[in-house]
């Protein structure tokens, strides 16, 4: 059982950042979620477990910073240049055997920490 704990998050005017933080129980491929009110959860970003590749969605592409400190085993999200649209709740999710965009490819979610950009 892989145990996921965000932290970050927060409320921020449009144009400014926030970095969001998981921690995980051990070294795993892991990505960024989302989730709007009335909205299907949607890939963000990953990162592989080496942290040697990332991909990131065409909305958040030269905003969002994906790393990781793996002697810390723990997954950073940079988010700068926030927009109103990226109010939502953040989840960080691991996924053991395969990562991807997929929802379904992450065995493991944390908790959601809120992300609230005002305009």
Known sequence: ????VESGGGLVQAGGSLRLSCAASERIGMGWFRQAPGNEREFVVYITRSGGSTNYADSVKGRFTISRDNAKNTVYLQM????????AVYY????????STMRADYEYWGQGTQVTVSS
């Open 92 to 99: 960080c999710a691991a996924a053991l055997r395969r990562i």
């Open 80 to 87: 700068n240049s926030l927009k109103p649209e990226d109010t």
């Open 1 to 4: 059982q892989v145990q996921l």
